[in-house]
């Protein structure tokens, strides 16, 4: 993985081109890029970035921030009773209660 100002590119190596390519994978708009090196590959990445950002300022568009830190949930109508229920016995949001939930299983999965 590679971040360069807050978007972060995952690069994958094509044995058959014999070469790298990427994706921008926190943002909704397609940005890839691609080199035949390690240091083709990161200067590829910084520059479709910078390219990105350039378009977005002369065409007068809002970039798409990476992450805003929301994110709807869909739940059945059992399960959202219920974490509202438990958050609210805990004397936390269901918003704080959802965080703390996902926080958890990512540490999980983090130590395996």
């Not at 390519?21 to 910078?50: L, P, Y």
């Amino acid at each position: 993985m590679m971040e360069y100002k807050g978007y972060i590119g995952i690069v994958a190596y094509d044995d058959q081109a014999r070469i790298f390519h990427g994706d921008v994978i926190n943002t909704r708009d397609v940005i890839t890029f691609q080199g035949k090196s390690v240091r083709e590959i990161e200067k590829a990445f910084k520059e479709s970035i910078d390219d990105y950002l350039s378009w977005c300022a002369k065409d007068g568009v809002a970039p798409e921030k990476p992450y805003s830190g929301k994110f709807n949930l869909r739940l059945s109508p059992d399960l959202h009773r219920e974490v509202a229920v438990t958050a609210k016995k805990l004397n936390i949001s269901i918003n704080s209660f959802v965080e703390r939930a996902l926080i958890d299983e990512i540490n999980t999965h983090r130590a395996t």
